[in-house]
């Protein structure tokens, strides 16, 4: 049967899993009263993937159409997950770039298609949601155009096909349709793989090898190594051998050989080059390795990823309110946990300091927070410090990472935005207008200054400032900010929220927490309106008396303000912790006792 390989890239949010849906359904792999063929997001299986409406984890599944098995793999949109997209795009030979039709190419767009072009890959053009009230394809057109210009790397690169679509409604055309009520389907799409993607070079006399790409696990058949077949021929019970980077040799027995088809994996007889298989039997595996026939033992270059650029530490909880929430709360626990995250997420790396504390560097906050995410629904008790910035030396000079952020927002709020980015030391570089009313703003800014902005430009734009960043390069580390956060409320006693307290609390800024809410000495409870901190004493309730009056106790409260963990990691500062658990996220002071806190700050000083 013949083959083709191709990887889907897009921005977040441009449709991506959406248009994979679509390609899925109209394959006739589900029956059609499969209970999938009425279910959205069919990729998106992990729960943080449903519920932040993003691509976290790289997939890939087969369709087979016009006799042609189709391997898709779905990747992620955001440059946070720049690994999963690196080493995935290894098992292609072709992709498909989908583009807003009313935002265009996004940072994300440059930066994955960029990766694409370096390797070789063709390309196909699908510009998506052309049904949009201020969809804008001259524009769009213009700016794709421009982005090949300046990445192609041959002359050949600048001609691709290019196809127009509403990947809700799972339509396509070759050219832009004058109605798009008029009856369409995605053939166009499945078309234009079979014409423009080549079929893998297929070698499969040459002696066997394979670079792992992926990794999966489950109880029952333990790891699984996932890859795309370079050369020979791969069948179970082969005896192979498992070169590691640091030059180890393992000599193995392939258990089982897997091939996609649909969402699932079947037992395959073998699998040849070309084919993306699923192997079993080598339990010492990791991202990176080169399985190889015995008789050629020789390794497949390695897939480069770029280096993290945020780092934080992570320790068992020790607050007040330690073990009374979670399962998982020791430090050898945590470390094992770490140490398997890091088999299949080569984005992050890990060490533990001079101090003894574990640090975890990855690729941005989104990127650290899922994971910190993931490990408090697993039942982890963690303490989390304040994210920093990884600087390297280069001639002698110490260098921080710069990144382009780009801001759509509406301009109304643009005096708002780039004062906020100012006071931040970002540069505006470039600057026009989307759609009437609205503007796309490109500044280039440290990744110190990233911290925590997101939320701030929400809030500043009233919730409808859309901002994107992308590493670009290293400089000469700039001078420190002023103080960017005001201060904040913290709790001066334990013990439960009364609505007393609480009152008193909303008078001095806005608050985290509701009356009944526990708290704890040291705990931070809201934000002050002034830059310093200030205790608070939220647990006291009003003094009884025998004398009333009308409506004395009619007490109006502000609604709490809800802090994501990705926000609170953004907002907390170098004296304070992130406390997270499976039931809260809470943000405290690194030393509780206010005491301690003022003669520690006092010594500094």
């Known amino acids: 049967m013949n083959t083709r390989n191709i990887a889907i890239i897009a921005h977040v949010d441009h449709g991506k899993t959406t248009l994979v849906d679509g390609l899925l359904k109209q394959s006739h792999i589900f029956r059609e009263n499969e209970a999938l063929m009425t279910q959205e997001l069919i990729m998106d299986n992990n729960d943080q993937e449903r519920e932040r409406g993003i691509t976290i984890l790289a997939k890939n599944i087969s369709v087979i159409y016009k006799g042609t098995k189709i391997n898709i793999i779905d990747t992620p949109g955001h440059s946070d997950f720049g690994g999963e997209v690196e080493r995935t795009l290894n098992m292609a030979d072709g992709v498909i770039l989908l583009v807003d039709a009313q935002e265009g190419p996004m940072p994300q767009t440059k930066f994955v298609l960029k990766k694409s072009l370096d390797l070789g890959l063709k390309v196909i053009v699908v510009i998506?949601?052309?049904?949009?009230?201020?969809?804008?394809?001259?524009?769009?057109?213009?700016?794709?155009?421009?982005?090949?210009?300046?990445?192609?790397?041959?002359?050949?690169?600048?001609?691709?096909?290019?196809?127009?679509?509403?990947?809700?409604?799972?339509?396509?055309?070759y050219t832009f349709p004058t109605d798009f009520e008029t009856a369409a389907d995605l053939t166009p799409v499945f078309d234009t793989i079979i014409k423009h993607i080549p079929e893998p070079v297929s070698h499969p006399e040459a002696p066997f090898q394979m670079l792992v790409t992926t990794l999966d696990w489950d109880s029952y058949k333990g790891k699984y190594a996932i890859g795309r077949v370079t050369n020979g021929t791969i069948r179970a019970g082969d005896k192979v051998v498992l070169l590691k980077e640091d030059n180890v040799k393992e000599e193995v027995q392939i258990d089982k050989v897997y091939l996609s088809e649909g969402l699932k994996r079947v037992e395959a007889e073998e699998g040849i080059s070309g084919d993306i298989v699923t192997l079993t039997g080598i339990k010492n595996a990791d991202i990176g390795d080169t399985i190889a026939a015995v008789s050629h033992p020789e390794k497949l270059p390695t897939i480069k990823v770029e280096e993290p650029t945020l780092s934080v530490s992570i320790g068992p909880n020790t607050s007040p309110f330690m073990g009374k929430e979670g399962k998982f709360l020791t430090s050898r626990q945590i470390f094992d946990r770490i140490h398997k995250e890091l088999q299949t997420n080569i984005a992050f790396r890990f060490k533990i300091n001079e101090k003894g504390t574990y640090v975890l560097s990855g690729r941005g906050e989104l990127h650290i927070s899922v994971f910190l995410e993931t490990l408090r629904r697993e039942g982890f008790e963690l303490e989390v410090g304040r994210p920093q910035v990884i600087t390297h030396m280069q001639d002698g000079v110490e260098v921080e990472p710069i990144e382009e952020l780009t801001v759509d927002v509406e301009d109304d709020y643009l005096g708002n935005i780039k004062a906020e980015i100012g006071r931040r030391r970002g540069m505006l570089v470039y600057q026009e207008e989307t759609t009437p009313g609205a503007s796309r703003l490109i500044f280039e800014i440290s990744t110190r200054g990233t911290l925590g902005l997101r939320s701030i430009l929400l809030t500043l734009s009233k919730g409808?400032?859309?901002?994107?960043?992308?590493?670009?390069?290293?400089?000469?580390?700039?001078?420190?900010?002023?103080?960017?956060?005001?201060?904040?409320?913290?709790?001066?006693?334990?013990?439960?929220?009364?609505?007393?307290?609480?009152?008193?609390?909303?008078?001095?800024?806005?608050?985290?927490?509701?009356?009944?809410?526990?708290?704890?000495?040291?705990?931070?409870?809201?934000?002050?309106?002034?830059?310093?901190?200030?205790?608070?004493?939220?647990?006291?309730?009003?003094?009884?008396?025998?004398?009333?009056?009308?409506?004395?106790?009619?007490?109006?409260?502000?609604?709490?303000?809800?802090?994501?963990?990705?926000?609170?990691?953004?907002?907390?500062?170098?004296?304070?912790?992130?406390?997270?658990?499976?039931?809260?996220?809470?943000?405290?002071?690194?030393?509780?006792?206010?005491?301690?806190?003022?003669?520690?700050?006092?010594?500094k000083k």
């Open 128 to 173: 998506n949601k052309i049904d949009k009230k201020d969809a804008n394809l001259q524009r769009t057109e213009s700016k794709l155009y421009d982005l090949f210009l300046d990445l192609a790397t041959t002359d050949d690169q600048l001609e691709f096909p290019m196809i127009y679509a509403i990947g809700r409604e799972a339509k396509a055309w």
């Open 464 to 603: 409808t400032a859309v901002s994107n960043s992308m590493f670009l390069r290293f400089e000469k580390v700039g001078a420190s900010f002023q103080q960017l956060r005001k201060g904040v409320l913290t709790a001066s006693e334990t013990g439960k929220v009364a609505p007393y307290g609480l009152n008193i609390a909303q008078s001095k800024g806005v608050t985290f927490v509701v009356p009944t809410d526990m708290v704890y000495q040291g705990m931070v409870i809201g934000m002050n309106g002034r830059d310093e901190d200030l205790e608070i004493n939220i647990c006291k309730e009003k003094q009884l008396t025998n004398n009333r009056s009308s409506g004395e106790d009619m007490l109006i409260l502000s609604p709490p303000v809800i802090m994501s963990l990705e926000q609170s990691l953004g907002f907390i500062e170098d004296d304070e912790l992130l406390e997270v658990t499976p039931k809260a996220i809470r943000i405290r002071k690194k030393i509780l006792d206010p005491t301690l806190r003022y003669r520690s700050e006092k010594n």
